[in-house]
C-alpha cells in the first residue's frame, strides 16, 4: 500500500476480515473518511498456499501455513479458507421459504436485535452481489434417528466464490476511498477528545499514530488478549461466559461420515441435554491447527472444507459446555486446557482411536498413521483423563452413530479424536448496536465475543456502519 499521508479520518477500522471491511465499505460509500487497518496483507497475497494446493490434490498432508498468514489480511481467516455461510434463515433462496423451524442464536438476536434478519440478509445480498451462489434447499435432518438435529441454514462457500468476494471488497474498498494499511499491528487505543490509534508495521519501527472520531475494533478470536487490553484501559462494561466449550477435533471416513449427515450441510447436531454438540462439520476437508492467540506457542485444532476438490475424510468438533471455576474467567480455563492438550505429547498433536477411547486404552503410534490422517505430526495418546478432567462426554455422540450405523464397530476403529478444540471462551463486551460503554468504541464480528460465524460478523459490521453514521457523522 502507499504510504499514507492523511493522519486524521472519520473512522478507523481494526481487522479487514468481514465484520472490519463490510463495516469500512458502508461507511465510504456513505462518503465518510475511513482507515481500514490490518497486520495482513492484500487477499491473494495471502491465500493459504496450502489451502491453494489441496483443491487439485487432495492428498497432501501439510499441516497448516507456517506463517499462518493466512489467518490476517483482507478477508481475514473467515475467507482465506471455503467456508460455511450460516444463519441464512431460507430453503428456497428465490421464494424466501423460511426453513422450518429456524432459530438464529440468543447471542445472535441479543447482539442485532430487532434487526437481525435484515441485517443478515444485508450480508447476503452484498454476498450474491459478489458472486456467491444461492443455495438449494438442503434436508430438514441430517439422518434417521438423528434426535436433536436441525439444518443450519448453511451455504457452503467455493474457492471460486471466495475469490470473486475479495475481488468485490478490494474493488468496492478502492472505488469509495478506504485507506487500507496493511501489514500493521495495532499497539494501542487512546482518547483525548478524538482516539488516537497506535501501530507498527514491524517490531522495532517508529510507531504510526491516526485519528479519528470513532473506532471500530473487528479483529479475530487470535486476539482476544488484546481486545481484553483495552477492556482493562477503558473500563468497558463486559462480562465473561459462565461456561465455555471444549472438546476435541474427530476425523473419520468421509463414507461413513455421510451416513450420518444424510446429505445436509453443517447440520446443527446437539445432545438431548443441549450440553453438548459438534461444531464445523467439514465434509471432505481436513484438520488444521493454528495458534491459539497471536504470539501463542500453544495450538487448537480446526476443520478446512474442500468443497472445490473433496478429500475422502470429514472432520467436526464435539464440544461439551463445561463451567468455569470460580477465580477464573473462561479464555483463562480455556488456556489451561489448551496447554495441557498441547502439552500431552510434547508439542505434537494428541491423537486416540475412537475405539481405544471408549475402551480406555492408549492407541498403538502404527494404528494412527494407519489411518492417514489429513493432518501431520499426530501422536498416540491417551485422551480419557483430559476428558473426565474437563468434563468432556462424548457418549451422546456414541449413541447417535448407534441409531444411524447398524454395526458401528468400523466407525469406531477408523474414527480418531485429535485435541483440544475450544470456542466460546471470548469476554462479552455490554454492546448496543455494536457500541461498547466507552462511547464512539465499537466492537464488531468476533472481537465483540456476542456472536460467531461469518455472516453474523458481516452483519454486525454493517449494523456498525449505520450506528455511527447516525450518532457520530
Keep these: 500500500m502507499e504510504e499514507n499521508k492523511v493522519k486524521k479520518f472519520d473512522a478507523i477500522i481494526i481487522g479487514a476480515g468481514p465484520a472490519g471491511a ?31 494446493r489441496q483443491t487439485y490434490d487432495c492428498s497432501l498432508h501439510e499441516p497448516c501455513c507456517r506463517r499462518h498468514s493466512c489467518l490476517s489480511g483482507l478477508g481475514g ?4 479458507f471455503e467456508a460455511n455461510f450460516d444463519n441464512y434463515p431460507y430453503a428456497d433462496a428465490e421464494q424466501k421459504e423460511r426453513i422450518a423451524d429456524f432459530k438464529f442464536s440468543p447471542f445472535l438476536e441479543a447482539a442485532l436485535g430487532d434487526a437481525t434478519e435484515a441485517y443478515i440478509m444485508k450480508f447476503y445480498d452484498y454476498m450474491f452481489a459478489a458472486g456467491l451462489q444461492k443455495p438449494a434447499a ?11 438435529a436441525a439444518p443450519s441454514g448453511t451455504i457452503p462457500v467455493r474457492l471460486e466464490d471466495i475469490k470473486k468476494i475479495a475481488a468485490k471488497l478490494e474493488r468496492d474498498l478502492a472505488q469509495y476511498g478506504v485507506c487500507l494499511l496493511g501489514s500493521r499491528t495495532v499497539t494501542d487505543i487512546d482518547k483525548n477528545g478524538d482516539f488516537v490509534v497506535s501501530c507498527v508495521q514491524k517490531t522495532g519501527e517508529e510507531t504510526e499514530k491516526f485519528y479519528a472520531k470513532t473506532v471500530a475494533v473487528a479483529t479475530g478470536y487470535r486476539s482476544i488478549p488484546t481486545v481484553a487490553k ?16 471444549l472438546g ?28 453438548h454438540r459438534t461444531f464445523c462439520i467439514c465434509s471432505g476437508g481436513r484438520i488444521m491447527k493454528y495458534p491459539f492467540a497471536w504470539g501463542s506457542d500453544d495450538f487448537v485444532l480446526d476443520g478446512q472444507h474442500a468443497y472445490s476438490c473433496r478429500g475422502n475424510k470429514t472432520n467436526f468438533s464435539l464440544l461439551s459446555k463445561v463451567k468455569v471455576p470460580a477465580g477464573e474467567n473462561s479464555y483463562e480455563f480455556a488456556a489451561e486446557f489448551v496447554h495441557e492438550a498441547n502439552t500431552l505429547e510434547k508439542g505434537a498433536v494428541p491423537a486416540q482411536k475412537l475405539a481405544d477411547y471408549l475402551s480406555g486404552s492408549k492407541s498403538a503410534q502404527a494404528d494412527i498413521d494407519g489411518l492417514s490422517l489429513t493432518l501431520s505430526g499426530c501422536v498416540a495418546a491417551d485422551l480419557r483423563p483430559l476428558a473426565e478432567k474437563y468434563g468432556i462426554a462424548i457418549e451422546w455422540f456414541i449413541e447417535l452413530v448407534k441409531s444411524v450405523i447398524p454395526h458401528p464397530d468400523y466407525f469406531y476403529n477408523n474414527t480418531v479424536l485429535l485435541a483440544p478444540s475450544a470456542v466460546k471462551y471470548a469476554p462479552r ?20 465475543g456476542v456472536v460467531s460465524g461469518i455472516s453474523a460478523a458481516g452483519a454486525t459490521g454493517l449494523m456498525a456502519a449505520d450506528s455511527i453514521i447516525e450518532k457520530y457523522l
Excluded: M, W
Design 22 to 52: 463490510l463495516c469500512a465499505v458502508a461507511l465510504a460509500r456513505n462518503g465518510k473518511k475511513v482507515l481500514l487497518l490490518d497486520k495482513g496483507g492484500a487477499f491473494a497475497d495471502n491465500l493459504c498456499a496450502h489451502f491453494v
Design 77 to 80: 481467516a473467515a475467507l482465506h
Design 429 to 448: 463486551l455490554e454492546l448496543k448496536k455494536a457500541e461498547s460503554s466507552c462511547p464512539g468504541l465499537y466492537f464488531i464480528g468476533d472481537a465483540g
Design 230 to 245: 483495552f477492556i482493562r484501559k477503558f473500563g468497558l462494561q463486559h462480562s465473561f461466559p459462565a461456561e465455555t466449550e
Design 138 to 148: 438442503e434436508p430438514a435432518v441430517c439422518g434417521k434417528g438423528c434426535v436433536g
Design 248 to 275: 476435541f477435533r474427530v476425523e473419520t471416513s468421509a463414507e461413513i461420515a455421510d451416513k450420518l449427515l444424510g446429505g445436509a450441510c453443517n447440520p446443527r447436531i446437539k445432545s438431548a441435554c443441549g450440553k
